[in-house]
């Protein structure tokens, strides 16, 4: 499986903004998505995920009410989307993909084997 992340740019404060992740490669049926992101000089951040079969969605507690994970089947593509934006949510945004089912935290990195390459999102003022 891989990943692409897209949609990006550049986006004035108080905007809405949805990014994609398209998977490709072997059938994904199976497994969590989730999206991260990671600003300068800062660790990187669990946003929130979606269990593909079942569509269950979980958030972080910082981006809950402001941020939406949704999928779309026949699309093979997740989206976030973050309504409204803010300069803090200025940072490079990755999907990353549990394909094995591990039982871990949906926010700790070692739970997904396969990442994509991220999306710099910049909201100005």
């Known amino acids: 499986v891989q990943l692409q992340a897209s949609g990006g740019g550049l986006v004035q404060a108080g905007d809405s903004l949805r990014l994609s992740c398209k998977a490709s490669g072997r059938t994904f049926r199976r497994g969590d998505l989730a999206w991260f992101r990671q600003s300068p000089g800062k660790e990187r951040e669990f946003l929130a995920a979606i269990t593909w079969g079942s569509g269950n969605t979980h958030y972080a507690d910082s981006v809950r009410g402001r941020f939406t994970i949704s999928r779309v089947d026949a699309k093979s593509t997740v989206y976030l989307r973050v309504n409204p934006v803010t300069p803090e949510d200025t940072a490079v945004y990755s999907c990353?993909?549990?394909?094995?089912?591990?039982?871990?935290?949906?926010?700790?990195?070692?739970?997904?084997?396969?990442w994509g390459q991220g999306t710099l999102v910049t909201v100005s003022s």
């Open positions: 990353a993909a549990d394909t094995f089912g591990y039982d871990i935290n949906y926010g700790s990195n070692r739970k997904y084997d396969v």
